[in-house]
Nanobody
């Protein structure tokens, strides 16, 4: 079982920034495309961003394009999500997940493509 641990969440004011980290334990992260998802209270889980195994391909939900940046440091076995210009609507629990898919490009932002999930980190954007 792959273990993923998210960190970096917290309370931030609108317009602020946070960087989330997704660290892998017990396996080599660079074998997997990694995605970030979020779920707000009363809402369905939403795909936020994904990065391919090599890091050469990424995709983003329209709601975060231009504000969020996904990256990976395979030497540190970690994937990051830099979140800038945060809005109250970004408030959610953020999860990272590893994909079973072996395609070279970033995996579609659909939970069906991911089969190993972290426990999440809370992000709250409020004044």
């Amino acid at each position: 079982q792959l273990q993923l641990v998210e960190s970096g969440g917290g309370l931030v004011q609108p317009g602020g920034s946070l960087r989330l980290s997704c660290a892998a334990s017990g396996f080599t992260l660079d074998y997997y495309a990694i995605g970030w998802f979020r779920q707000a209270p009363g809402k369905e889980r939403e795909g936020v961003s994904c990065i391919s195994r090599s890091g050469g391909s990424t995709n983003y939900a329209d709601s975060v394009k231009g504000r969020f940046t996904i990256s990976r440091d395979n030497a540190k076995n970690t994937v990051y999500l830099q979140m800038n210009s945060l809005k109250p609507g970004d408030t959610a629990v953020y999860y990272c997940a590893a994909s079973w898919a072996t395609m070279p490009q970033a995996v579609p932002l659909d939970a069906l493509y991911f089969n190993s999930w972290g426990r999440g980190t809370q992000v709250t954007v409020s004044s």
